[in-house]
């Protein structure tokens, strides 16, 4: 039997401090010599689908495929489906929404990554795009330090000012709007872009000494944040170097491997240096890799199989 999880009993079952427990697992694990592959299509009209597969982690007896269509003008703008295969014969465990697994797992993965690379004592942050990705970084990042002021920067002010009073609820700290990119990458210690952008938001000039900026929005070709000038400048990090030139924010931007000075597993392992001065500008520009699904869908079946209560399906019924 298959179990069938929607967004409201994943997130019932999620803990993002499990859940980036398990990333940072996944980045410091060398894991299994399996390319992750990112298949990419134009779809007819203003969608695109994609597939990312397999999601391999040593040590879990499972793997991911997952299929996502991305809608821009559409709410939500992604929708599809992960699929939870047993890594011995291929059985179908489990589908999940994956809109829901891809705002956890980005968002969290990237708190991670963040929390990492910013400064110790950077309390203030600013997001452009106030979508669900940039909701999960704040999530995780207020678990990981202390957060002292909020700038939401949004092309719908509407929104903006939505996801401002929801955070300054929830936070309890003080947070304002603003309507240019660039004004909010002034007031930010951490600056998280995670917009559809197609042409770059902040370039070198736009980066100040010890500031450092996530940028989610380049996961796919002709998607830009940064200028090459603002990665050239910052220490950069991705999470795979290949997809990074291919469809990342390097290969987005005109840039080859040699722009990028380390990936997220290198850094957490000690393998290359990270920050090392206060003063230094840092960058993380991640495109995402289908391990990272599985390392939320794992725990959600292995929650739901044990509660027994989610509905299943037979497939070969």
């Not at 900026?213 to 990090?237: C, F, I, N, Q, S």
């Not at 040699?258 to 993380?284: F, H, K, P």
Request: hydrophobic residues 45%; glycine residues 10%.
């Amino acid at each position: 039997m298959t179990l069938l999880l929607n967004r409201s009993r994943i997130t019932e079952l999620l803990d993002p401090d499990t859940v980036m427990t398990g990333l940072r697992a996944g980045f410091l694990a060398a894991g299994p010599d399996v390319r992750p592959l990112r298949i990419r299509t134009d779809l007819p009209g203003p969608g695109t689908a994609t597939a990312l597969l397999p999601g391999v982690i040593d040590g879990i007896p499972a793997y991911t495929v997952k299929v996502n269509a991305k809608f821009p003008d559409a709410t939500p703008a992604l929708r599809g489906l992960v699929c939870l295969h047993d890594l011995a014969d291929g059985e179908l465990l489990a589908v999940l929404d994956s809109a829901t697994v891809t705002a956890w797992r980005t968002g969290l993965a990237a708190a991670v990554a963040t929390h990492e690379l910013a400064a110790d004592d950077a309390g203030s942050v600013s997001v452009v795009g106030a979508g669900a990705q940039a909701r999960m970084v704040l999530r995780g990042l207020a678990r990981l330090r202390e957060l002292t002021g909020l700038t939401v920067c949004d092309t719908d002010p509407a929104r903006a000012v939505a996801f401002a009073a929801e955070h300054e609820r929830l936070l309890g700290i003080p947070v304002e709007t603003v309507a240019d990119p660039r004004h909010a990458a002034a007031r930010g210690d951490i600056v998280v872009l995670a917009t559809w952008s197609r042409s770059p938001l902040l370039d070198a000039t736009d980066l100040r000494p010890g500031m450092h900026v996530t940028t989610l929005g380049a996961d796919e070709p002709g998607k830009v944040e940064l200028a090459a000038d603002a990665l050239r400048r910052a220490l950069t990090v991705v999470d795979d170097l290949e997809l990074a030139v291919a469809m990342g924010a390097l290969g987005n931007s005109g840039l080859g491997a040699d722009a990028a000075d380390a990936s997220l597993g290198q850094v957490l392992r000690g393998e290359r240096a990270g920050r090392e001065r206060n003063d230094q500008i840092t960058v993380y520009a991640p495109v995402g890799l289908p391990w990272q699904d599985l390392a939320l869908a794992w725990p959600v079946y292995r929650a739901a199989h044990g509660a027994g209560s989610c509905p299943q399906v037979d497939f070969l019924a």
